[in-house]
């Protein structure tokens, strides 16, 4: 890491910051940064997803920007440092990664990820003002999809879980059938119980095989478009609008967008 580039950049907000630096930047506070915090935290997961590097370069910056300008107004406060956050963090994570450390060994991926669990409620347990619980450190706002791929990895680690991949496969078919049953009933209460019972095992089950289901359906959101995008150019270059075609003409469009990706 270039740490003339971070200091540099730092110097940059304390200019901002400054008395005669810029009137937005100097009424800004650790609040009112959260939301610009989220939406380019998702600008920059876009960018990486969409395999664009200068965009990735470029989100990446401004995402660290974001998280220094808010340690500088922490700092200003007299809270804490950069430094202290940093030096936190770095003997947080060699106290959870007792494997590389020290001279702990484990057998198996899940077996690190369960001491992992256990250290963080250990860290948790001397300090009576933070969660207790397993899922108490989840923070509410998380999007659903991610969320329950949490939810499903912390119950693992307390073995929690199916015991193999095909209890979980019989479960999706389960739910399947039972979000079947309350479309035919016409109950919607039931029917977004069971859809959500269905995406919730679905989710458990990527997991195991190494799937975000967040990222499954934000990739296939991407292909959507960018096949949607694809048709909308083939129907103009005919001459036409999408919205003219028939059914049979959008999917052979559609098939045709599909091939090209190929």
């Known amino acids: 890491m270039n740490t003339t580039a971070l200091s540099e950049l730092v110097e940059v907000i304390r200019r901002l910051t400054a008395e005669d630096g810029c009137p937005w930047d100097k009424e800004q506070t650790p609040e009112s940064l959260a939301d610009y915090v989220i939406e380019e935290s998702h600008e920059l997961v ?57 001279e702990t060994t484990f057998s198996n991926r899940d077996e690190q990820l369960k001491t992992w669990e256990a250290i963080k409620r250990a ?16 923070p509410p706002s998380l999007p659903a999809l991610i969320k329950a791929y949490r939810i499903q990895s912390k119950a693992s680690r307390v ?10 496969e019989q479960q999706v078919e389960a739910e399947w059938l039972e979000w079947l049953d309350a479309c035919a009933n016409g109950d919607l209460e039931a029917q977004k119980h069971e859809l959500g019972d269905l995406v919730f095992t679905l989710a458990e089950l990527g997991r195991r095989k190494g799937i975000k289901i967040n990222e499954a359906v934000d990739l296939a959101n991407i292909r959507f478009l960018k096949r949607f995008s694809h048709m909308e150019r083939s129907a103009r270059e005919k001459g036409k609008e999408f919205v003219q075609l028939s059914r049979d003409e959008k999917e052979t469009l559609w098939q045709q967008a599909k091939s090209e990706e190929k």
């Open 46 to 102: 876009s960018a990486i997803r969409q395999g664009s590097v200068a965009d990735v370069c470029e989100e990446l910056g401004d995402v660290a920007f974001l998280l220094l300008f808010i340690a500088h107004l922490y700092e200003k406060k007299g809270d804490f440092s950069l430094a202290d956050a940093l030096n936190g963090n770095r003997a947080k994570m060699i106290r959870r990664h007792p494997h590389v450390f020290g």
């Open 123 to 138: 860290e948790h347990a001397k300090d009576a003002e933070k969660p207790q619980g397993i899922f108490d450190s989840l």
């Open 159 to 168: 073995d929690f879980t199916w015991k193999n991949d095909e209890d979980v």
